[in-house]
């Protein structure tokens, strides 16, 4: 089994920042596509940046600019780092993995995600 940690989220103002981390836990072969999605009120999960187990990134185009994916393959780790923060980044923001946890089975899985609050 696998699991996905989420931490860092908190109450910020705008203009703010805030750095998320996610540790994959558990029988790891390999983790492929690392994800940060985002959910606010009344809305629809979003996918907010991903990147690639060689490093390749991807954002949404309301954070590009703003927010920066990272990961530690050695440590299973991925990193949302948020800055010029905007009230409405706020939502509960959820890690995503591919995990291989043999080298023939692969799934993806989520965290329980962790709640970010910008204040205006």
């Known amino acids: 089994q696998v699991q996905l940690v989420e931490s860092g989220g908190g109450l910020v103002q705008t203009g703010g920042s805030l750095r998320l981390s996610c540790a994959a836990s558990?029988?790891?072969?390999?983790?492929?596509?690392m994800e940060w999605y985002r959910q606010a009120p009344g809305k629809q999960r979003e996918l907010v940046a991903a990147?690639?187990?060689?490093?390749?990134?991807n954002y949404a185009d309301s954070v590009k600019g703003r927010f920066t994916i990272a990961r530690d393959n050695a440590e299973n780790t991925v990193y949302l780092q948020m800055n010029s923060l905007k009230p409405e980044d706020t939502a509960v923001y959820y890690c995503?993995?591919?995990?291989?946890?043999?080298?023939?089975?692969?799934?993806?899985?989520w965290g329980k995600g962790t709640l970010v609050t910008v204040s205006s």
């Open positions: 995503s993995a591919n995990v291989q946890t043999t080298k023939f089975a692969q799934r993806y899985y």
């Open positions: 558990g029988s790891i072969f390999r983790i492929n596509d």
């Open positions: 990147i690639t187990w060689g490093g390749s990134t």
